[in-house]
């Protein structure tokens, strides 16, 4: 019953390449996060934002930029793909209630991507 | 700074057992606390939350956990495990607003026959 979906599943690519990770959501969140996991490790936030024309970055410093030009799609672009951009990539998003609320967030099955 | 700790990166243990997963946070102010199941090769499904009221909170698949504000822990428990039960967990926190989530560096449980 997914309804953030991420495409594609599995991108292997060669170095210099441009790259955009497609995410999508139909719920109406008006947050929406990318984040990025290595195997085995934890997840870091890399992008975030709060609804349209709304970018923030993360707590991880990544090469990678991301828009929010329509409520339900925050791609995620790569300029010039990098061997050390290998990486799985998760999208979620998240309702707003108000400024001190916390609501989950939803996860899509994220993008495994390997840059050779 | 806020931190999350998952004080076992693998936790083995055999099908009908119960489980506790542990999980510590560090923060000076309102915490709101989360745990989620990663399968292999799919995103992060939500099994609980804690944002406030009682301290025993109920989720998915017959898993539960405790939030303890002493202690600052949130840790994970269920009375007993399926084989399907095998997967990553992570604990995460978020404090204030705007849903930024911190994340633990995640347990594997690995469910045996």
């Known amino acids: 019953e997914a309804d953030i979906y991420q495409t594609p599943r599995y991108l292997v690519i060669g170095t210099g390449k441009k790259i955009t990770l497609e995410c999508s959501q139909t719920m109406g969140h008006d947050k929406m996060y990318w984040y990025q996991q290595d195997p085995g490790m934890e997840l870091h936030l890399i992008h975030y934002s709060y609804g349209v024309n709304s970018t923030e970055k993360g707590d991880l410093s990544s090469e990678s930029t991301v828009s929010r030009i329509r409520t339900e799609h925050f791609p995620l672009t790569l300029e010039s793909a990098r061997p050390s951009h290998t990486s799985q990539y998760l999208c979620?998003?998240?309702?707003?209630?108000?400024?001190?609320?916390?609501?989950?967030?939803?996860f899509g099955d994220g993008t495994r991507l390997s840059i050779l | 700074a806020q931190s999350v700790t998952q004080l076992d990166s693998q936790v083995p243990v055999f099908e009908e057992a119960p489980v506790e997963l542990r999980c510590n946070y560090s923060?000076?102010?309102?915490?709101?606390l989360f745990w989620y199941v990663q399968y292999p090769n799919q995103g992060l499904q939500l099994l609980l939350k804690y944002l406030s009221g009682s301290t025993l909170v109920k989720g998915i698949n017959g898993f539960e956990a405790e939030f303890n504000k002493s202690q600052t822990s949130f840790h994970l428990r269920k009375p007993s495990v399926h084989i399907s039960d095998t997967a990553e967990y992570f604990c995460a926190a978020a404090s204030g607003g705007y849903n930024k989530l911190i994340f633990g560096a995640g347990t594997r449980l690995a469910v045996h026959p």
């Open positions: 923060s000076s102010v309102s915490v709101y």
């Open positions: 979620a998003s998240s309702e707003y209630r108000d400024r001190d609320s916390n609501q989950p967030q939803h």
